[in-house]
């Protein structure tokens, strides 16, 4: 038996609770006398209600109640109230506040039923009466109002260097292109609901989906003026969120109230259409410029972005922020600027900002390749960043050229072809490409709890969540491996508001943050027992201190001997001691960390496929090499890098939320028209991790693997198909139809002159 | 209940009320063992399961057979129970995920499915299991390509395909082995 856990592909521990059924989800708690919410949304996307006719639906035998603006119980009076962790700055939006419409899909009304057939038929009979008002839901008509955005919380103001104009004058290759990207939604495949369980004493059990349980519940608490201790956020399993569970959605709202309301227990699920009715990946035109000597070194850059935001909130992300950073550049221009529409407030989306931003950039950087004759991989490496310029700061640890080098040996880079349309297989064109992605690596301050119990089984908990992350597996690898006992023997719990204090899980710092404090309980808890080793009857630990002992295989041992030791049940039956409690609350190293820059790398190579006459793009083969620190597990760490580059693959070619201007409402709404990838779209992807130490970003030197895949992966796409093809098609996503009439305007401009 | 009610404006809420047409009492046979159940007429099979049976197990992802999350075995054959009647299924065999294992111990693409990290968040694990055990059942598929477009029903957003077709890759050369030793 060892007990050493980590970097070991440990299957989920998570696993048998799943394949199942066993693992309970939010709407999923089945209670007597439950009542059933449907929510009716909003048929315009701005103007007022004048008025909402329900007294067909309230006279239904088993309706319980119709909440609307006119009825709804009064919550908190303050606007601060509603403002959640993870909220950009302005006024959130608040269900059934007032008559006002400011976004299409706005709740205006809940139904609440004895059965959940009758709660959604009788909100088919709720009519409501708007007095529309003219919408802008249009950012290429808006373009013109873009401003800066406020500042918003842990988004740095991108910074400017040097002169570009002048530079890009005196460049002897020049690029100046514009990249659009649709509005995008998550569209996890467990829609948003939550259960409320009501206690006769008031104290309410809320079943919730959400990345952050104590987030949840210190809004409700906030909102519903409601104190801490009655209100309990659970959470144990999230059917998928990436990103649209860092903050609480109108359903958890509208369900906290009808079961205060009514004093009974309630659930509130969404429809998949009311899935398109909050937060989304913000569109977003970016103009990039570059300019280079003819050797290839980069001498301007330049990166603008414009994306929307609501009228009510100012939600920003990094989308240019990495280029200064990325690259060797002495003058670079970046700047970001939103522009306020009639939609619900964009939503962070599974690597924000950068998705947007690497796109453009690392398609950019292949265009200048191609401009220049110089080899994609080439360009990259002659302007290697080995510090970043914006800050004069060295990485903590950057493994990026290692991982341009291994994913090109394993890919078969070197057998490209450079000039466009000149490999074929069969009826199709082939297409190589190549990018490069980036992501933070931070860590935030979390809490966690260990109790060992006299027969030595160990539980470990934080308020986190697992939304299909791995944190329940790695958490207890860690835990295991710190106390040298059998994961059998530990259980880690989370998702729960009730647990020791944790940010939202996002942002890829789950890892990082919660594992650091994981391993800080249990390295607290190892002291206890090796004080109680040494009392054991003839204990040859008596005068061992706490760095002379190892703890693995179930026993605490010398370094120098370990056959001289205790076993842990032996030292936790020592005396009447009972269990063995500990919390810590660890802390980032912040004057340590503050003078590096913490970044994760990887550079994706991808092969297309594009049918000559169809136009058909299939994606065969992706190679991605990964820079990510220490890798916990690779078997769950493989699975996350996979999932992103799946995303990414969805990001290049498939997916997009088409707004229909005229009524200001995503009109795809719906898992048949809004593509994600599905099985057949998805061939060999082969991951590497490449070695990477690094003992800055946090005590177990990981960077967390959440949003590292998606990054870059439509630019290696997109490149690809450039390579196939020719064509650059700069408006994702890369459609069969762009190609098709790109090819036939080429055509038409190749006509000889009649 | 005599709980107080919020007051739902210019509507008298104890005005004569509307009855809704009679249930139906239906007999399903769910994992082996016969389910009576009385359903509204439009009441559909996915919500007769986790509403009614409280198997939750089988998930609503679309509810509007676009995803996959709900997939049952009928009678032996897989469907997307969202997109059927519970009436319209009276006295059929019906296996969900709490009913594919073997007692206590997994189904064998089950234990694919965690050997080959084949989910992450676990929503569409169920109906991607039960649609895998259809798929072998059929017996169309014999390579990687055929399992990824016959399995292309069954959505999963974490994007863990490739770990699906090598799970039921592995569970079907299983069962082979078993059928021809």
């Known amino acids: ?754 | 209940s005599d709980q107080p009610m919020p007051t739902q404006k210019g509507v008298d809420v104890n005005k004569e009320t509307q009855s809704m047409p009679t249930r139906t009492g239906i007999t399903l046979r769910v994992n082996g063992s016969d389910k009576h159940i009385d359903v509204e007429p439009w009441t559909i099979l996915l919500d007769a399961l986790r509403e009614y049976l409280d198997l939750t197990g089988t998930k609503k992802g679309c509810d509007h057979g676009q995803c996959g999350a709900c997939t049952v075995l009928v009678d032996g054959k897989r469907i997307n129970s969202c997109m059927t009647l519970a009436i319209m299924k009276d006295g059929t065999e019906i296996t969900t995920i709490e009913g594919i294992g073997n007692g206590n111990g997994l189904h064998p693409v089950q234990q694919a499915f965690i050997e080959h990290d084949a989910f992450q968040c676990g929503y569409c694990t169920p109906g991607q299991i039960c649609s895998a055990v259809g798929l072998i059942k059929e017996g169309r598929a014999r390579t990687a390509d055929d399992i990824r477009e016959l399995m292309s029903g069954n959505i999963c957003r974490c994007g863990a395909y490739p770990n699906i077709v090598a799970a039921i890759q592995q569970a079907m050369h299983a069962q082979e082995r078993n059928a021809n030793p």
Request: proline share 6%; hydrophobic share 40%.
């Open chain 1, 1 to 754: 038996m060892t007990t050493n856990y980590i970097g070991l592909p440990i299957s989920r521990v998570d696993g048998p609770a799943k394949v199942t059924g066993r693992a309970k989800y939010a709407g999923e708690y089945n209670l007597p006398n439950l009542a059933y919410g449907v929510v009716v949304s909003s048929a315009i996307a701005k103007g007022r209600i004048t008025k909402i006719v329900t007294n067909e639906a309230l006279r239904l035998d088993g309706v319980i109640q119709i909440f609307t603006h006119e009825n709804a119980p009064p919550t908190s009076p303050l606007d601060e109230s509603y403002h959640d962790e993870s909220a950009p700055p302005g006024s959130p939006f608040r269900p059934l506040h007032d008559d006002r419409i400011m976004f299409s899909g706005q709740p205006v009304a809940l139904v609440v039923a004895e059965t959940f057939e009758l709660a959604r038929y009788a909100a088919s009979l709720v009519r409501v009466e708007y007095q529309a008002e003219p919408h802008q839901t249009d950012l290429t008509a808006k373009r013109g109002q873009a401003r800066e955005p406020k500042p918003r919380e842990f988004i740095e103001k991108p910074k400017s260097r040097g002169d570009v104009a002048k530079a890009l004058a005196k460049s002897t290759a020049q690029i100046d292109v514009e990249y659009t990207a649709p509005a995008e939604h998550h569209n996890p495949m467990e829609p948003f609901a939550t259960t409320v369980v009501w206690e006769e004493t008031g104290k309410i059990t809320v079943y919730d989906k959400t990345q952050g349980a104590q987030n949840n519940q210190r809004y409700i608490c906030k909102v519903f003026e409601l104190p801490e201790s009655d209100v309990r956020v659970l959470s144990p399993f999230v059917g998928g969120a990436f990103g649209s569970g860092l903050r609480p959605q109108y359903q958890s709202f509208l369900a906290v109230m009808a079961a205060v309301g009514l004093k009974r227990s309630v659930r509130v699920s969404l429809t998949r259409q009311q899935m398109f009715t909050f937060g989304h990946r913000p569109q977003t035109i970016q103009r990039i410029a570059l300019g280079a000597t003819a050797d290839g070194t980069l001498k301007s850059l330049t990166h603008e972005a414009v994306a929307e935001t609501s009228k009510f909130e100012d939600y920003s992300e990094p989308v240019v922020n990495w280029s200064g950073e990325l690259y060797r550049c002495k003058n670079v221009k970046v700047s970001h600027k939103v522009v306020p529409l009639d939609v619900y407030t964009p939503l962070d989306m599974r690597a924000p900002g950068a998705a947007w931003g690497l796109f453009a950039l690392e398609s950019a950087m292949d265009e200048l390749a191609h401009e220049l004759h110089v080899d994609p991989l080439e360009l990259r490496l002659k302007n290697y960043a080995e510090k970043d310029l914006n800050t004069g700061k060295r990485f903590s640890s950057k493994a990026l050229r290692e991982c341009y080098q291994q994913s090109a040996e394993r890919f078969g880079w070197s057998k490209r072809v450079p000039e466009p349309g000149s490999m074929r297989e069969g009826d199709s064109f082939v297409g190589w490409g190549l990018a490069t992605g980036v992501w933070d690596s931070w860590q935030m301050p979390a809490s966690a709890k260990a109790v060992l119990t006299a027969d030595g089984k160990l539980t470990v908990s934080s308020a986190t969540a697992d939304i299909g992350t791995g944190t329940y597996t790695i958490m207890t690898q860690i835990a295991a491996e710190t106390l040298g006992l059998p994961l059998a023997d530990v259980k880690f719990e989370l998702g729960d508001s009730a647990l020791p204090a944790s940010p939202v899980e996002g942002g890829s710092f789950t890892a990082a943050s919660i594992g650091s404090a994981v391993k800080a309980v249990c390295e607290k808890v190892r002291k206890k027992v090796l004080n109680r080793a040494r009392k054991t009857k003839n204990s040859p630990l008596v005068d061992a201190k706490v760095n002379e002992v190892t703890f693995a295989n179930g026993r605490v041992a010398l370094h120098t001997d370990p056959s001289r030791g205790v076993s842990i049940t032996d030292a936790m039956k020592q005396g009447k001691a009972g269990n063995i409690q500990e919390e810590v609350v660890a802390t980032p190293n912040e004057s340590r960390q503050s003078r590096y820059i913490r970044h994760s790398h990887s550079a994706i190579f991808a092969e297309v496929k594009v049918d000559e006459d169809l136009g058909i793009i299939e994606v065969p083969r992706i190679v991605a090499a990964i820079a990510g620190g220490r890798i916990l597990n690779p078997k769950t760490a493989r699975s996350q890098i996979i999932g992103g580059i799946v995303w990414g693959i969805g990001m290049a070619l498939e997916e997009e939320s088409v707004i229909d201007q005229k009524f200001g409402r995503f009109m795809n709404h719906n898992l048949a028209e809004y593509h994600v990838p599905v099985n057949a779209d998805v061939r060999d992807i082969d991951v590497l991790f490449v070695e990477e130490r690094d003992s800055v970003v946090n005590p177990l030197g990981v960077k967390g693997l959440g949003e590292l895949g998606i990054v870059g992966t439509a630019a290696a796409i997109a490149n690809a198909v450039f390579h196939a093809t020719g064509q650059r098609i700069r408006t994702l996503p890369i459609t069969l139809d762009k190609l098709l009439i790109s090819s036939a305007a080429r055509r038409e401009l190749q006509k000889p002159a009649a």
